[in-house]
Each structure stands twice: as structure tokens, then as C-alpha cells.
């Protein structure tokens, strides 16, 4: 009979790292577990754009095997992309996802809300937003902000504490230092959760082509009739678009980011894959919300006076 002798451990001169995106993700997989054990009725909000998928696609990993248990809310306005809500219906159906539905037509119709002059409707979804949130008691609201999009966006924690009337008070939002993360909140507040806070949209892309997410169709080179307004190709629809003045052409083009018809912008792009995309994004100057969202400029202060109001 031999005796087993023991070897002794080796120790590798490279210490083990996270990549990148591991980091970015095991992040994101924290945020999500700290708020299920942190809070009674949270909800994920989902539009079919890729940072909701992506936020999606994370909670997935997160209580994998289980199911994920949060709701999907969507504020819909009305007025968007087909190739999204089809996309949005499809996962939803795909994985047996509650989904709350609240429509900005709604409010329209009973007086709540009316209609802007220019058409759009990305400024209307504050309203619809807090109702669904105060009538089914979501005491915690995941969103897919990131820093790297807006200024308005830099500056917020990744729990946003917001008051009885879902405002936003920048002398109220709490250190997180180390990365702890306070859930308190009175009855009737609740907290905005922005677990992809620290991801850019390079990340977010490259992201999508390492785990081969699924995105709508209109993120890649498509021809489509657009016509030009200030300086952005919109796509025509009942909103309001084209004017008599304003032209209909056929181009090749791709969304960045997708949001409200009448106030998101397409880009001239040839770029029909994923590694495509990254090397578009690589070169480019402009965030994806400065170059194709009409709503940020409104004004100066447009994304800050709606976070303050209780939008995102």
C-alpha cells in the first residue's frame, strides 16, 4: 500500500483579474440581488431598446435557474418603433415575463395629459410613469441610465432615492461608498435602480456581441424612409412627420438608441453587424443621446428638469 504524497501548491506569477466586462457584470448581478433582498416590489423597466435588454439579460443571469422575481413595467407612448414592441412581446412571451403596460393614449384620452405642438411624446411618459409606480406599489424601479449618456445621468447614484411625488432631490441621494448601497425610503417614496450606471455604450456593445444578445432589427443598416429635422433623420408616422416642406428620402441607416418616433433620430450607417457597430462607435465623437434624441434638447437643463419632475 502506498502513501500519497502531497504536492505542493503552485502559484501562478499572473494573480487571477476580472476582465472588463466580467467586473461590469458581476456589478450589475450585485445590484440586483441587493435590491431582492433589500425591497417587497421591484420592477424592471423595459422598452426593447438594448439597455433594457441588456438589464434584462443580466437579472436572468442573476437568479438563474429561477425565474427573475421582478415585473417588466413599459411606459408606451404610442408613438414607437413596431420592430421594438414586436421585439418587446417576443422576450416577454419568450422567458413567461409579467409585463405592466402603462400607455401615454390613456391619459390623453381622459384629459390627464395633452397633446404637445411638436408631436412628441417622450416628455408625456413622467405622468403614466408614477401612476403605474404608485398604483401597483413598486418600491424599487430598475432603469437603464448610464453615466456616459447625458450630464444629468452622470451625476446619479445607482439608488436614487425619490420623494412621495417620484421627484428627485440632489441634497437627499446618499454616499455609496465600497459599493453599499442604501434602500431607505419612507412609505409612498421608492428608488430608482440604475445597475448598468457605470457601463458605456462601447461596453454595452461589446457585451451584446460576447453573450450573442438578440436586438431589434432596426439597430443595423436598414434601408428606411426618413426625412431631415434639425439636423436628425426621423422616421414618418402619425405623430406629426414630415411637414409639407420637409422631404421623404430612402437611405441606409441604423438607430443608436431607440426611444419616441417623433424624437429619435437615425443615423447614416452601413453597419450590419455587431463587430460593425463597435468599430462605428469606437470612432465616434458623439454620445448616442447627443447625436439622435431630439427630446434632450429641448433646453439646456431638458434631461435635469425631468429627473427632477420624476422621469428617469
Known amino acids: 500500500m502506498t502513501t500519497a504524497t502531497a504536492r505542493p501548491i503552485e502559484h501562478s506569477d499572473t494573480p487571477y483579474a476580472l476582465s472588463h466586462l466580467d467586473a461590469l457584470e458581476a456589478e450589475a448581478v450585485h445590484i440586483f440581488r441587493e435590491v431582492a433582498g433589500e425591497f417587497e416590489r421591484p420592477v424592471i423597466l423595459f422598452s426593447g431598446g438594448k439597455d433594457s435588454i441588456l438589464m434584462l439579460h443580466l437579472a436572468l443571469k442573476a437568479f438563474a435557474p429561477a425565474p427573475i422575481p ?182 441606409l441607416v441604423r438607430y443608436r438608441t431607440v426611444g419616441d418616433m417623433s424624437c429619435t433620430g437615425a443615423v447614416d450607417s452601413d453597419a450590419a453587424t455587431i463587430q460593425q457597430v463597435i468599430t462605428e462607435i469606437a470612432a465616434s465623437r458623439l454620445t448616442e443621446r447627443g447625436a439622435t434624441r431630439a427630446d434632450d434638447k429641448l433646453s439646456e437643463a431638458a434631461m435635469e428638469d425631468r429627473k427632477r419632475e420624476g422621469y428617469f
Open 70 to 251: 421582478f415585473a417588466l413595467l413599459h411606459v408606451d407612448t404610442g408613438h414607437n418603433f413596431p420592430e421594438v414592441i414586436a421585439y418587446r412581446d417576443r422576450v416577454v412571451a419568450e422567458h413567461s415575463l409579467r409585463l405592466h403596460v402603462a400607455n401615454v393614449q390613456d391619459f390623453i384620452d381622459d384629459g390627464r395629459l395633452r397633446e404637445r405642438p411638436d408631436g412628441t411624446r417622450n416628455p408625456l411618459q413622467t405622468v403614466p410613469l408614477l401612476d403605474a409606480i404608485e398604483s401597483n406599489k413598486f418600491d424599487a424601479v430598475f432603469g437603464g441610465g448610464r453615466r456616459d449618456e447625458e450630464k444629468a445621468r452622470a451625476k446619479e447614484r445607482v439608488f436614487s432615492l425619490r420623494d412621495e411625488f417620484g421627484a428627485w432631490d440632489p441634497r437627499r441621494q446618499r454616499p455609496e461608498l465600497w459599493s453599499l448601497y442604501n434602500g431607505r425610503h419612507a412609505p409612498g417614496e421608492h428608488v430608482r435602480v440604475f445597475p448598468i450606471s457605470n457601463w458605456t455604450e462601447l461596453d454595452v456593445w461589446q457585451y451584446i456581441e460576447r453573450e450573442r444578445i438578440a436586438l431589434p432589427e432596426i439597430y443595423f443598416a436598414h434601408e428606411r424612409e426618413v426625412f431631415k429635422r434639425d439636423g436628425m433623420w426621423l422616421t414618418a408616422g402619425e405623430w406629426g412627420g414630415p411637414k409639407e416642406t420637409e422631404t421623404v428620402e430612402r437611405r
